[in-house]
Structures are given as C-alpha cells and as structure tokens.
C-alpha cells in the first residue's frame, strides 16, 4: 500500500534536467518503494512535458525559480550555471507531506533506500570536496514553512558561501557535523561518481553497500559518453553503464507512453 | 610543565621523510604544546641522525620495518611504496604513555591542538576519498600491547584493503563511522592539501579553522616545487610556502645544532 505521507523529492529545473529525474524516479520504482515520488519543475516545462513525467512520478509541482546570482564564488567552483539551484530549498514547501528524501536529478538508486524516513531532519552524507560539509545530492528533511522562510532569508541575507545550494544549507544545518550518527548517511548513500577513482581500492571493497550514486560535475551520464580521460577512470565507465541500463529499462517500461517518445525524440 | 603521559608520535621509516619529521616537530613546539614528541624511526635511520633528530624530539624510537607486500592493491592505489607504512601500528607498543596523538611525517600544525588528547580512541577524520574511512594520516589513539597483536594479527591473516596502514586500520576499527561524534575529528584537523582546490569556496570559508595540514599523494613539500600542473591549483601553493616557512623557522632556531648543519647538507 502506498505510504501518502512520505515522498522523495527532485527537482528538474529546465529541460536539461528531465531525462535524469525521469531516470530516477524509474529507478525508484525498481527498488519496490511504497513512497509517493515528487518532481518539482521550474516556469520553462511545459504542460505536456509535465503530464508525460505523470507517468513515473505521482505529482509534479511547479516552482519558481531562485537564483543567487553570486558569479564570484560560483567561479570559484567552476559552475557558473548552479546559482539557480537555491530553488531546491521550495521543497521545504511541500507541507502535505510530514517527511521527504530529496534526490538530485543527477542521482539513480540501485537499492531501497526507505529506510532513510526513519532518520531525523537533517541527514546527509559527507560531501568528498570538504567532508565538514554534506553533499546537498541527497538527504532527508521534514517540509516546514517555518524553514522555508528561515531558509530563503538567509539566501537574501547571507547568501551562500559556494554560491550555490549546498553552500547555503550547509550554512543552515551548520550544527550537522557534530550532531548524532543518526543525521550522517553513509557515503554509499550518496556516492559521487569521482570517489571510484579517487579512492579505488575503496570503491572496490564497498561497492555492493552503495545504494544512490551520484552524477556530480558538469558533465552528467545524458549528455553522453565523459570526456576520454574521465572515460579511462577507474569505475567511471560501469556507473555510466549503470544509468543507460536504468534509462533503457525505463523506455522498455514505457514503449507505447509519451515518455518514451518524449525520450526517443520523437 | 611538560606532561610526561601523554605524546605526539611520527614516524620516519627511512631518510626521506625525516625531515618532514624534523618540521613537522618544530610545528608542535611553535603551538606551546606541554605534550612529548616522539618520533619512530625504522633501521636505515643512522645513531648520528637519531642524536640530531633529540634537538626537536623528546624520544626517538626503532622499529622494525613491517609490509604489507600487498602489490596488486598498492598498484590500484598506485602508491607501490605504501606497503611499508604497516610499521605505523608499532605505535601502540608506547605503552610507557597512557595516550598519544598520531600524525604523518608529511603532516604540520598550524594552531595547538591538544585539546585533542580529550578525545577518545579511536579518534580520526574523514578521508576525502572515501568518506565512509578515516584518514590514517592524524589519530587519536591509546597504547596497548593488546591492540597491537590484535592489528598484527588482522594485518598476518586479512592483509589491508588498501594494501597500506589506511586500508588496514580502518578494518580494525570499522566501528568509527557510526560511532559518536567525539571520534570523529573535523577534516580541519587533517585537512588534506587537494582539498583547497577540490573545494575551493570551502577552503575559503574555513581556512581560518584548519589546524593540521596533510601534504598526501607522492609529492611531499620537501621533494621541491610541485608538478606544474598542481602547483596551479587553487591554495596549493600557499600550502607549500606555510610548510617551507615552518622549515626555515626551524634553520633560524637551531643554527648551531645539528640539524642545521643536517638540514644543509653540511
Ligand atoms: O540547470 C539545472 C541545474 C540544476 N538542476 C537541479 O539542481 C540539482 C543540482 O545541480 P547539479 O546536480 O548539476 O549539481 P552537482 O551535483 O553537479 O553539484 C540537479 O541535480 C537538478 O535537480 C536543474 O534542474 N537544472
Ligand atoms: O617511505 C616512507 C613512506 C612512509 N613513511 C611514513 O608513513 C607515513 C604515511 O605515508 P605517506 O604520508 O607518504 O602516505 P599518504 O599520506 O601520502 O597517503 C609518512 O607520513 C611517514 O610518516 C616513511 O617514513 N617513509
Ligand atoms: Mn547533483
Ligand atoms: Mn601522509
């Protein structure tokens, strides 16, 4: 039976971003989840886009777009395009559900992850770049619109430290660190796809535990194959395969839906 | 008052790394600990260099050199020489200290950190790579012949996932990442040098926090400037200018000792 008061939550901004929350919310599926999927989506989808993502997700809700316009810092980590992505922080909104795992559109799950409504509000996973601070990827919160506000004032207020929204809830959630074990996922639950080269041994030794893998970095699975020398990496190439057999699975699922056409492009 | 219970330890297997030793010890005396220091050296290390070495050391103590041999893991690490840093583990042998604070040869300390000997074994902080593991480069740990075997042990009959200490101590003590926070260190403590560029607005915000600095990977600040390529990257080269600093604070204080003559070449 469907649990209506716990969803996952994602976000797919612009059309850029369909295919993966599509991806994921397939992959979700395949995990047997009981939990409602979510999808929220920025002004440039249209109406019949949004009516195909009913097919794999059970609401699609519309939100405004925010940005932080902070250029200095985003260049500081090379991602000029992440300002927009204080528009994450809209899930807080999404009252009618006490509890929510959020998912960047870049993630896909390989295992039921339901166990992760049982954390409190804020769980994350260590982010590899500096692991004081979460990878905002992934992690589990409780909608509020007190927390909302609190939220969007510090972005008008504060700003964020990355200029993007990893920076900003970070800033919010700066207790997380020191907090219980209980509000720190564990890696696998977040693994960024760079970690498999970083640390291969690691990678090798765990990677049955790994639950959601992460597509962090500019170039994401869709766009196609990584450049040749992220190609060569250790790992990198099976964590693609991994996505374009979920993708490719979705599409079988699908074949006589307007996804499929959607996706074939046609 | 120096407090004879408690010690930093290093190690220096071989002549490579003693000066890394040597600047590392003039850190810690820089941030007024009352802690001794206390250097492991392996066989290669000659008595005239052990006497120099009691300029900045309290206690310079041999070890036998223990490996790993493990050279299929090494290579999918691709650091062949890891295989000796096995010795690592003789450090619970000190039990003339009730508690000791490990740190890498290619280690220094910005602030004092003694309030880490508040911590309890088995204290570290996350590892970049794989944040699931702990970086084996700064521990909080408590001597005992017991532990020792038991590593020994685990080290005879499983041999390290990594194929170095890392790999090895992380088995042992695989426990750390869902224990409290107190065992957890922050990545301040043991703030890994391709952090500054890996996430740079991080590095920026925290810089002011960061107390241990870690020169991993196969270059070491001695070695001289960095490969081009590095050396370009965000904070790397004021990581390596704080590290020479420290070198040449250490000529300016031991002019007529033998260090400095050591130190030159002379
Ligand atoms: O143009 C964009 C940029 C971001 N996002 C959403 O914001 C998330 C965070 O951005 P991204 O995953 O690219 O950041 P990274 O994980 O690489 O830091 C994405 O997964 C999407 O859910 C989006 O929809 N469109
Ligand atoms: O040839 C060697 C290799 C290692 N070490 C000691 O073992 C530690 C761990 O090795 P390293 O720091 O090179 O590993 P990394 O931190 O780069 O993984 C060093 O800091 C030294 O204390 C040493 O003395 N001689
Ligand atoms: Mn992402
Ligand atoms: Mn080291």
Redesign the pocket.
């Known amino acids: 039976m469907q649990d209506e008061t716990r969803a996952y939550v994602?976000?797919?901004?612009?059309e850029?971003?369909v295919i993966?929350?599509l991806v994921l919310a397939h992959s979700l599926h395949q995990t047997r989840t009981n939990k409602r999927l979510v999808c929220l989506v920025?002004p440039d989808i249209t109406d019949e886009r949004k009516m195909q993502m009913l097919d794999v997700f059970d609401d699609v809700v519309d939100v405004s777009l925010y940005s932080s316009g902070d250029v200095s810092r985003l260049e500081l980590l090379q991602?000029p395009?992440?300002g927009?992505?204080f528009t994450?922080i809209q899930a807080w909104r999404l009252e009618r559900y006490e509890k929510c795992v959020f998912l960047?559109?870049?993630t896909i799950v390989l295992q039921n992850i339901d166990d992760l409504f049982d954390r409190p509000e804020f769980a994350a996973a260590p982010d590899i770049g500096w692991p004081d601070c979460f990878n905002s990827?992934v992690f589990v919160f409780k909608p509020s619109h007190e927390t909302f506000s609190a939220l969007s004032k510090l972005a008008n207020e504060k700003g964020s430290f990355d200029g993007?929204?990893?920076g900003l809830l970070n800033q919010y959630f700066s207790s997380w660190r020191t907090q219980g074990p209980e509000h720190r996922l564990p890696f696998t639950d977040n693994m960024t796809a760079n970690a498999a080269y970083g640390y291969a041994p690691a990678f090798e030794r765990f990677r049955d535990r790994i639950r959601v893998v992460?597509f962090?970095?500019?170039h994401?699975p869709w766009m196609g194959a990584p450049p040749q020398t992220t190609a060569q990496m250790h790992g990198i190439q099976q964590l693609h395969d991994l996505w374009w057999s979920t993708h490719d699975d979705l599409l079988k699922h699908s074949s006589d839906s307007a996804i499929y056409r959607y996706a074939m492009g046609i």
């Not at 994602?10 to 612009?14: G, K, P, R």
């Open positions: 994602t976000l797919a901004l612009n850029k971003y993966g929350a920025g991602r395009e992440l927009v992505t994450k960047d559109a870049d990827g993007g929204d990893q992460h962090i970095g500019a994401k």
